[in-house]
């Protein structure tokens, strides 16, 4: 058993991720459920063919820029947490708060259960040819794989990054599938799509901001190693080769796949369906269609196995700071994992599949995400004013972080009013951990029953999960 070795050693996340591990953990949360699902989101608000596709590409360059601050970040801030670590170096405790506040209850078990969402979709398309599943069926559908996954995780993060590099490869196989499909098509003549490509182009820049939340929530994950960067080996090394390496082949791999899906199928039939990639698949390769919903589904899996087990650490992490409750913050003695923060997720995420649209889940989660990378690369620029000594073994040229600042702010605050209640509930909810701020951590004298309590919340969490505190890294 895993834990029997662990015995003798130090109670901390083991540093047990390479360069290989880091890629494919990149590439396992950013191919997953969005290059599947988002092309129908780009293309409803783009409205045109062009328009989608320079969408498309322009969301693989903003994620390049994006990744390059976070390179310069992930290595002069070698703390587990991105953007919560980053923010809280920065700008201090309360606006760290409000991100692992936003983060922990909202876009992480969005996105979980928008990943679930996905798996299950696809899983039961073939069942019901002519007509959709059952929602109660891609509930529970998602529910058992996001609880499933949570217990993976629980048992070893090792098993969990070799699963990652071995998904990597089917994710690729299920794009490439896709990208041969195209190529196939198109030398059949399928090209007339593009004939008229910029017909019905939008022009409202508010609707184009939300057109970019599609594309952008396909490319989220970028920065997700940045979140164990305490279990990486040589971060100054892997941490940004893992970048470089991941990010210009995403790009490239989601243009093709976009064109190819267009060589395929009509604007009307990619906006009509909820599984592109097997209404794709059905019309191209006829009785072999079936092996597309199940490279789908693995590749789907592996990205949601990856993004729980990236999470969890941002929510130990915030507990180890003292943000969340202490008993998050524990490891488990016999296989060293975050435990209690995982099964908190968990619970989190199911919760979220009360609400089965897809896309009202990624509008609602884009956007609380880009106001915190928004402040984040703000960090940065703040790090560099204030802290010019800093060690900074990257450093990226001042006008990317400045550019990528300023697209940022574009997407964030145009859609204000194309989007109204997405952007107000996303607002209020973070307005929402103010007061709990105030209440929970600053305030330090707390009635006796409530630390009474806390305690031992943290001591049945112990006896539950096998869990103690981490030792000091000496």
């Given at each position: 058993m895993e834990?029997?070795?662990?015995?003798?050693?130090?109670?901390?996340?083991?540093?047990q991720l390479g360069l290989m591990e880091g890629v494919a953990i990149i590439l396992g949360i950013i191919i997953g459920s969005g290059i599947f699902v988002s092309p129908k989101g780009v293309?409803?608000?783009?409205?045109?063919?062009?328009?989608?596709?320079?969408?498309?590409?322009?969301?693989?360059?903003l994620s390049m820029l994006g990744a390059l601050c976070y390179a310069e970040l992930g290595t002069s801030i070698l703390k587990s947490g991105s953007d919560y670590a980053y923010i809280g170096e920065a700008f201090g405790s309360?606006?760290?708060?409000?991100?692992?506040?936003?983060?922990?209850?909202?876009?992480?078990?969005?996105?979980?259960?928008?990943?679930?969402?996905?798996?299950?979709?696809?899983?039961?398309?073939?069942?019901?040819?002519?007509?959709?599943?059952?929602?109660?069926?891609?509930?529970?559908?998602?529910?058992?794989?996001?609880?499933g996954l949570t217990l993976l995780n629980c048992w070893s993060t090792r098993v969990t990054t070799q699963l990652q590099n071995l998904v990597m490869?089917?994710?690729?196989?299920?794009?490439?599938?896709?990208?041969?499909?195209?190529?196939?098509?198109?030398?059949?003549?399928?090209?007339?799509?593009?004939?008229?490509?910029?017909?019905?182009?939008?022009?409202?820049p508010g609707q184009v901001a939300v057109s970019f939340y599609s594309g952008i929530f396909s490319y989220a994950g970028w920065n997700y190693l940045n979140f164990m960067t305490e279990e990486l080996n040589d971060p100054f090394t892997n941490l940004p080769r893992a970048i470089y390496i991941s990010l210009p082949l995403v790009t490239v791999v989601y243009v093709l796949a976009n064109v190819s899906y267009l060589a395929v199928?009509?604007?009307?039939?990619?906006?009509?369906?909820?599984?592109?990639?097997?209404?794709?698949s059905s019309r191209m390769f006829g009785y072999l269609s079936p092996i597309m919903p199940a490279l789908i589904s693995i590749s789907t899996l592996g990205s949601l196995s990856c993004h729980i087990m990236t999470s969890s650490r941002l929510c130990f992490v915030g507990a180890r700071n003292g943000h969340f409750p202490d008993c998050l913050s524990l490891v488990t003695m016999n296989y060293l994992t975050p435990a209690p923060a995982l099964a908190f997720l968990c619970i989190l995420s199911l919760l979220c599949l009360s609400n089965s649209n897809i896309y009202s889940l990624i509008d609602y989660a884009a956007f609380v995400e880009s106001m915190f990378i928004l402040l984040a690369i703000a960090s940065l620029l703040y790090l560099r004013y204030t802290r010019p000594d800093m060690p900074r073994p990257i450093k990226v040229s001042l006008a990317i972080p400045i550019i990528f600042l300023l697209i940022c702010t574009f997407l964030v605050?145009?859609?204000?009013?194309?989007?109204?209640?997405?952007?107000?509930?996303?607002?209020l909810i973070t307005a929402c951990g103010v007061p709990v701020y105030l209440l929970c951590i600053s305030w330090k004298d707390k009635p006796t029953?409530?630390?009474s309590s806390l305690h031992s919340l943290g001591y049945t969490s112990q006896k539950v999960f096998l869990g103690l505190k981490e030792d000091k890294e000496e």
């Amino acid at each position: 058993m895993e834990g029997k070795e662990q015995q003798g050693q130090q109670m901390r996340l083991k540093k047990q991720l390479g360069l290989m591990e880091g890629v494919a953990i990149i590439l396992g949360i950013i191919i997953g459920s969005g290059i599947f699902v988002s092309p129908k989101g780009v293309l409803r608000e783009a409205g045109s063919i062009g328009l989608s596709l320079v969408v498309w590409g322009l969301c693989g360059f903003l994620s390049m820029l994006g990744a390059l601050c976070y390179a310069e970040l992930g290595t002069s801030i070698l703390k587990s947490g991105s953007d919560y670590a980053y923010i809280g170096e920065a700008f201090g405790s309360l606006p760290s708060f409000l991100y692992l506040w936003d983060a922990v209850f909202i876009f992480v078990p969005t996105t979980n259960a928008i990943m679930g969402l996905t798996v299950a979709n696809y899983l039961a398309k073939p069942l019901f040819p002519d007509c959709d599943p059952p929602d109660i069926a891609l509930r529970l559908i998602a529910a058992a794989c996001i609880t499933g996954l949570t217990l993976l995780n629980c048992w070893s993060t090792r098993v969990t990054t070799q699963l990652q590099n071995l998904v990597m490869v089917t994710k690729l196989l299920a794009l490439g599938l896709v990208i041969v499909g195209g190529c196939l098509a198109m030398s059949r003549g399928g090209v007339e799509m593009f004939d008229n490509m910029w017909e019905g182009t939008a022009t409202d820049p508010g609707q184009v901001a939300v057109s970019f939340y599609s594309g952008i929530f396909s490319y989220a994950g970028w920065n997700y190693l940045n979140f164990m960067t305490e279990e990486l080996n040589d971060p100054f090394t892997n941490l940004p080769r893992a970048i470089y390496i991941s990010l210009p082949l995403v790009t490239v791999v989601y243009v093709l796949a976009n064109v190819s899906y267009l060589a395929v199928l009509s604007p009307a039939a990619m906006l009509s369906s909820d599984a592109i990639a097997v209404t794709f698949s059905s019309r191209m390769f006829g009785y072999l269609s079936p092996i597309m919903p199940a490279l789908i589904s693995i590749s789907t899996l592996g990205s949601l196995s990856c993004h729980i087990m990236t999470s969890s650490r941002l929510c130990f992490v915030g507990a180890r700071n003292g943000h969340f409750p202490d008993c998050l913050s524990l490891v488990t003695m016999n296989y060293l994992t975050p435990a209690p923060a995982l099964a908190f997720l968990c619970i989190l995420s199911l919760l979220c599949l009360s609400n089965s649209n897809i896309y009202s889940l990624i509008d609602y989660a884009a956007f609380v995400e880009s106001m915190f990378i928004l402040l984040a690369i703000a960090s940065l620029l703040y790090l560099r004013y204030t802290r010019p000594d800093m060690p900074r073994p990257i450093k990226v040229s001042l006008a990317i972080p400045i550019i990528f600042l300023l697209i940022c702010t574009f997407l964030v605050f145009l859609p204000l009013y194309v989007r109204p209640k997405e952007v107000g509930m996303g607002l209020l909810i973070t307005a929402c951990g103010v007061p709990v701020y105030l209440l929970c951590i600053s305030w330090k004298d707390k009635p006796t029953w409530l630390v009474s309590s806390l305690h031992s919340l943290g001591y049945t969490s112990q006896k539950v999960f096998l869990g103690l505190k981490e030792d000091k890294e000496e």
